[in-house]
Nanobody, 118 residues
């Protein structure tokens, strides 16, 4: 299974970007949690937002009200809509699909760079 992340780029502070993550097998979304994480230089990877296959979402405090996660289970794609971007949002963003009960799995995308200029 592969996760292909896309949509990153260079944007000015206050701008918007939409990240997408497409799974090579859409069935992996069933019973799973899909998430976006990010890692800035010199920092640990951190959770940005996640969504269950049932549609329940939760967000890190630092993106609440600015980012929106959504998923199209039929397409096997998860999105991250990012608005009001700040320079501190600059990082490599990774998508993740994880299932905690049998059959368990934990898949990561390759990462997409988001750079916010101030």
């Amino acid at each position: 299974v592969q996760l292909q992340a896309s949509g990153g780029g260079l944007v000015q502070a206050g701008g918007s970007l939409r990240l997408s993550c497409a799974a090579s097998e859409r069935s992996i979304f069933s019973g799973a949690v899909m998430g976006w994480y990010r890692q800035a230089p010199g920092k640990q990877r951190e959770l940005v937002a996640r969504i269950t296959s049932g549609g329940t979402t939760n967000y890190a405090d630092f993106v609440k009200g600015r980012f929106t996660i959504s998923a199209d289970n039929a397409k096997g794609t998860v999105y991250l809509e990012m608005e009001s971007l700040k320079s501190e949002d600059t990082a490599v963003y990774y998508c993740n699909v994880r299932r905690l009960f049998l059959p368990r799995y934990d898949y990561w995308g390759q990462g997409t760079q988001v750079t916010v200029s101030s």
